[in-house]
């Protein structure tokens, strides 16, 4: 029989093509990048830098998930970038990520401060429900696309502390005209009612309240609070966490760089910042009792919630600041809208499971 030339040479390249097709496969999952990771914290910080969670910890969960394919460079605060400076750095390509909070980033993208707290908003599990499971993700994402950019949950305080105040608060006339270091949405709900809000990186919050270039101070919870010093500068320490009932730690991703990993670098990432959003939330749960414990018993803070009058205040002003807010930019009605409607549908749930269960 007499073999055609032609049909054999064909089928010969077409095998070669099939069984070279794995051996391309493999070469492209060997591919090995080296990444850059800035962050908005200082060295040392527990939580936001190292520890249970933490970004190094996400470095160090990635680097090992993907056998050493995909190394992450952490650089905290002032080591390569001033501290908020990483939205900027991320965009132009300087580095592919970035650990923050996406309030930091009001200016450039109000609606983006959603995507950390809101005030008298969901807790940390609705916040984790709306960004995985009700669309807030792809909101978040659809906000950031124009600069080049992505983002996902890496890591969550809980609820915070209302904050440190050198005086006591018995009215709501006694927030007119005090100087307070607060981030974010709540920020602006103070300044409605005569506060002056200073937004200072972590390290410099002590020396200006201790000095009293500010009369108050938030920063996160008392493990956090009490490191920092901030109960040698002021003793009146007070809760409900009304402006962050949860804190989302970010991590920002050059989209370039994101399309440049295979897909199963993708999802290790992913994992990876999963996993740290457990822990980390986790980790703050185990350490704030006793801090607590410790600043009230051995280090003379008084803390107690907010007086009633207060928060009843702040409750009615933050609803017309969010509104406000929302009317003044297409972006923020569309991310408003969403997470008011989610959060409308959680707590339906949460007043038959959570609520019910701690009103026991």
């Given at each position: ?66 056998g ?13 970038i ?6 900027d750095a ?14 930091f ?9 959603y ?35 992505m ?19 018995e ?59 901030l ?7 007070y ?67 907010l ?15 969010l ?38």
């Amino acid at each position: 029989m007499t073999l055609n030339r032609r049909k054999f040479l064909s089928g010969a390249a077409l095998s070669g093509a099939i069984l070279g097709a794995p051996a391309i496969a493999r070469a492209q999952s060997k591919a090995t990048f080296n990444w850059k990771m800035t962050n908005a914290y200082g060295p040392g910080s527990p939580f936001y830098v190292q520890g249970p969670g933490s970004p190094t910890d996400f470095c160090k969960k990635v680097e090992e998930m993907s056998g050493g394919r995909l190394k992450i460079q952490h650089f905290a605060a002032g080591e390569l970038i001033p501290a908020l400076e990483g939205f900027d750095a991320v965009s132009k390509g300087m580095v592919e990520m970035n650990a923050a909070n996406a309030y930091f980033w009001a200016g450039k993208v109000p609606a983006a401060q959603y995507f950390t707290a809101v005030p008298f908003g969901m807790n940390t599990q609705g916040m984790n429900a709306w960004i995985y499971h009700g669309g807030g993700l792809e909101l978040w994402n659809e906000l950031y696309a124009a600069h080049g950019l992505m983002a996902m949950p890496m890591g969550n305080t809980g609820t915070q502390m209302t904050g440190w105040f050198r005086k006591p608060l018995e009215s709501v006339a006694d927030l007119n005209g005090l100087k307070m270091r607060i981030p974010g949405l709540a920020g602006k709900v103070y300044a409605e009612l005569g506060v002056a809000v200073r937004l200072l990186p972590g390290g410099e919050i002590f020396p200006a309240l201790e000095r009293g270039v500010i009369d108050a101070a938030e920063f996160v919870g008392p493990y956090q609070d009490r490191r920092l010093g901030l109960h040698k500068a002021a003793k009146n320490y007070y809760t409900t966490g009304w402006h962050e009932p949860t804190n989302v730690t970010e991590l920002m991703i050059n989209k370039k760089a994101w399309d440049s990993l295979p897909a199963d670098l993708q999802a290790i990432v992913r994992a990876a910042a999963q996993a740290c959003n457990v822990e980390s939330h986790a980790w703050c749960e185990a350490v704030n009792a006793d801090a607590l414990t410790d600043l009230v018993t051995n280090q003379g803070v008084t803390a107690r919630p907010l007086p009633a009058d207060i928060i009843a205040k702040l409750k009615t002003v933050t609803a017309d600041t969010l509104e406000s807010l929302a009317k003044a930019d297409p972006a923020t009605r569309k991310v408003h809208d969403a997470f008011m409607a989610f959060r409308k549908k959680h707590e339906s749930w949460a007043a038959v499971s959570e609520k019910s269960f701690l009103s026991l």
